[in-house]
């Protein structure tokens, strides 16, 4: 093994493994500093194919998971056993330190099964958006801010997060809060998301009035804002919009909120209007810099593009058909489908087209 300090000759089928990876230089050199901090690792590889595998596929994929692997020794019996969910910290022993641990853990575990497919995009991306919402319900018991709902907005909502997915969310705190009652909460809250960013990238802007707006609102306060001052931006939104962590009672009382202000209002044409300009805005500036064409994200045919088209059927359609509601792109667009809105041939296309972009956003 020229450069790496590591001979593999001896270890005729490791060598061949590490060849015929996604990225050998990068599996050579992780290999190099697996064997490092855990003597006797290269050995073992060679002797069991399994292994071999799982481990070589993260080494090819992952600086940041190839570190996990050399500085934490329990992250290589994470790899012993996909199939088995590490639960979360008891609530008891709880500490920061503890939760990063074991998101790391996660994160990991569903990163292995993806490369090995053993699971498909919907799955994993709902494992993502499970993790994500553990870290919060996490974090939350440890900031005492256990009576506010989170509500997951875009990708965490829709339950589809990737890898490298901002963690959208709003508050939602008790009407009855107030003076220095709603003083602590917010408090809470902000630690709240000081604990989840160790571990996600949070983003709270998609709340009302974004980040001029109070940073916790109470029920009352949600359904004023909707009522008077809404943009149509934020109704399409709220297609999204899934609480996740919080007070059940709190939870159904905003499910049934944002519902009622989504769907008993049609869609004006002035709506409809707005948000095709700001769709045609997105795409002038991906032009502008160049990336038409190759931004897969929020250029034309690109992932946004679709999002785009169901959320606007969902939005003309979904006031009188309850079952066009899901917040999950794929699931909403096989309803389309199936109930007639949209050609079978062409929600067949466009799911192909989705699934094939995400799968490259992922990797």
């Known amino acids: 093994m020229p450069g790496t300090g590591l001979a593999l000759d001896h270890l005729r089928d490791l060598d061949e493994a590490v060849e015929r990876s996604a990225a050998p230089a990068a599996v050579r050199l992780g290999l190099q500093r697996l064997e490092a901090a855990h003597p006797g690792l290269a050995g073992a590889l060679d002797d069991d194919a399994s292994r071999r595998t799982v481990i070589l596929a993260v ?114 705190g008790a009407d009855d809060a107030g003076g220095q009652a709603a003083t602590r909460t917010t408090s809470a809250v902000r630690e709240a998301m000081r604990i989840t960013r160790r571990c996600f990238r949070v983003d709270a802007n998609l709340r009302p009035e974004g980040r001029d707006g109070p940073l916790v609102r109470s029920l009352d306060s949600y359904r004023a804002y909707w009522a008077r001052w809404a943009s149509p931006w934020e109704f399409q939104a709220l297609l999204k919009a899934r609480p996740v962590v919080g007070p059940p009672e709190l939870a159904a009382g905003f499910s049934t909120a944002a519902a009622e202000a989504l769907w008993s209002r049609p869609l004006p044409p002035d709506d409809l209007r707005a948000l095709r300009a700001m769709k045609a805005r997105t795409e002038a500036e991906v032009a502008r810099k160049g990336l038409e064409g190759r931004e897969l994200k929020r250029g034309a045919g690109g992932i946004r593009d679709i999002e785009f088209a169901v959320q606007l059927l969902q939005l003309v359609h979904g006031r009188h058909d309850p079952a066009l509601r899901s917040p999950t792109t794929l699931d909403a667009l096989a309803e389309l489908a199936s109930a007639g809105y949209l050609d079978a041939d062409d929600a067949v296309t466009l799911g192909v087209a989705y699934r094939f972009l995400r799968l490259v956003e992922h990797r």
Do not use: Q
């Open 59 to 172: 080494l090819g994929a992952s600086r940041s998971l190839t570190l996990l692997l050399e500085t934490d020794a329990g992250a290589l019996d994470i790899l012993d056993a996909l199939d088995t969910r590490p639960p979360p910290p008891p609530a008891e022993d709880l500490d920061e330190d503890m939760l990063r641990r074991w998101k790391a853990h996660e994160y990991l575990r569903i990163a292995a099964r993806d490369l090995l497919g053993l699971d498909d995009l919907p799955v994993t991306a709902a494992a993502l958006s499970a993790l994500a919402t553990d870290v919060l319900d996490a974090s939350c018991h440890l900031a005492g801010a256990t009576d506010v709902v989170v509500v997951g907005m875009g990708k965490l909502g829709g339950a589809e997060l990737n890898y490298a997915s901002d963690v959208d969310v709003m508050f939602v």
